[in-house]
T-cell receptor, first 117, second 111 residues
Framework: EAQVTQNPRYLITVTGKKLTVTCSQNMNHEYMSWYRQDPGLGLRQIYYSMNVEVTDKGDVPEGYKVSRKEKRNFPLILESPSPNQTSLYFC????????????????FGPGTRLTVL | GENVEQHPSTLSVQEGDSAVIKCTYSDSASNYFPWYKQELGKRPQLIIDIRSNVGEKKDQRIAVTLNKTAKHFSLHITETQPEDSAVYFCAASHRFQKLVFGTGTRLLVSP
């Protein structure tokens, strides 16, 4: 089954304790992206990757890191989480065939609800 | 950078009525405009999209229209049903790599 998976699905942590949220897709997609969803603000892009070893900042990258060492995986790293990073996080992937980039359907993971105390 | 505004933030209709959600974008270079539906507690899923070389696209009860001159696009849902109740997000492709989302519209369809 074609899918995007994220782990963990729920996480409660404390300020300053490093954490990683994993994302994996089995569709051989080149493009992967991380979003955070906050009430009234919609989905805001944190980082994206066009392919292995190619990453770039989205609209709200502060406080986050990513890596793309393998095509299927795109982990999100919070080196020193703060309460303002409490949010619902979605990973997404898409093919870059045709018009390219995110201009194809993005498949979203199930989401990770993060609470930073 | 690209900015996408979405209205209304909430929309309540009776079953069988039509619903219209409108979005405006700022970057005239944007060329891809998808709409995602997010049911409560679920992930966003694409329901329809349109590219800048097309003015209208229809898929059964849903349709999207695009006015490039005015830089706005709209989602139309006809004969609404309770299962259409969800949050709908519009988006615009700002650059090759980026997709900018609107703030969402919560649609409630009452039986």
């Amino acid at each position: 089954e074609a899918q995007v998976t994220q782990n963990p699905r729920y996480l409660i942590t404390v300020t300053g304790k490093k954490l990683t949220v994993t994302c994996s897709q089995n569709m051989n997609h080149e493009y992967m992206s991380w979003y955070r969803q906050d009430p009234g603000l919609g989905l805001r892009q944190i980082y994206y990757s066009m392919n292995v070893e190619v990453t770039d900042k989205g609209d709200v990258p502060e406080g986050y890191k990513v890596s793309r060492k393998e095509k299927r995986n795109f982990p999100l790293i919070l080196e020193s989480p703060s309460p303002n990073q409490t949010s619902l996080y979605f990973c997404a992937s898409s093919s870059i065939a045709g018009t390219g980039g995110p201009n194809n359907e993005q498949f979203f993971g199930p989401g990770t609800r993060l609470t930073v105390l | 950078g690209e900015n996408v505004e979405q209205h209304p933030s909430t929309l309540s209709v009776q079953e069988g009525d039509s619903a219209v959600i409108k979005c405006t974008y700022s970057d005239s270079a944007s060329n891809y405009f998808p709409w995602y539906k997010q049911e409560l507690g679920k992930r966003p899923q694409l329901i329809i999209d349109i590219r800048s070389n097309v003015g209208e696209k229809k898929d059964q009860r849903i349709a999207v229209t695009l006015n490039k001159t005015a830089k706005h696009f709209s989602l139309h849902i006809t004969e609404t049903q309770p299962e259409d109740s969800a949050v709908y997000f519009c988006a615009a492709s700002h650059r090759f790599q980026k997709l900018v989302f609107g703030t969402g519209t919560r649609l409630l369809v009452s039986p």
